[in-house]
């Protein structure tokens, strides 16, 4: 099955940045898109941003204009830069894989590479 970690959250004022980070590795490869999710207590997890096969992302209302996600396609690993942070903000924060929207079905891909999270990484966002 698909490894995946994610890493990078801390502590930081309102208005400061930080980095996250999510590496992806497997004996065998599959095509895949990526997402951010974070989830705050009491709340639900909600979608933070996407990128699809191509490099294309999208981004929830709430961070775009100040959250960029990125990649680097040869070592499969993913970025997600928030700047300006906010306390609400704050939650764990996990990336995860998923079938690319024009896959075809595929047994082994999806039993190995779709749909496996990270485990988790903490942001603390104070006033």
């Known amino acids: 099955d698909v490894q995946v970690v994610d890493f990078g959250g801390g502590s930081v004022q309102a208005g400061g940045s930080l980095q996250l980070s999510c590496s992806v590795s497997?004996?065998?490869?599959?095509?895949?898109?990526m997402s951010w999710y974070r989830q705050a207590r009491g709340k639900e997890r909600e979608v933070v941003s996407h990128?699809?096969?191509?490099?294309?992302?999208d981004y929830a209302d709430s961070v775009k204009g100040r959250f960029t996600m990125s990649r680097d396609k040869a070592k499969n690993r993913f970025y997600l830069q928030m700047n300006q942070l906010k306390p609400d903000d704050s939650g764990t924060y996990y990336c995860?894989?998923?079938?690319?929207?024009?896959?075809?079905?595929?047994?082994?891909?999806?039993?190995?590479?779709?749909?496996?999270w990270g485990q988790g990484t903490q942001v603390t966002v104070s006033s």
């Open positions: 497997g004996y065998t490869y599959c095509p895949y898109d």
């Open positions: 995860k894989t998923s079938r690319p929207a024009v896959a075809e079905d595929d047994s082994f891909c999806a039993s190995a590479w779709w749909g496996f």
């Open positions: 990128i699809d096969n191509d490099g294309v992302t």
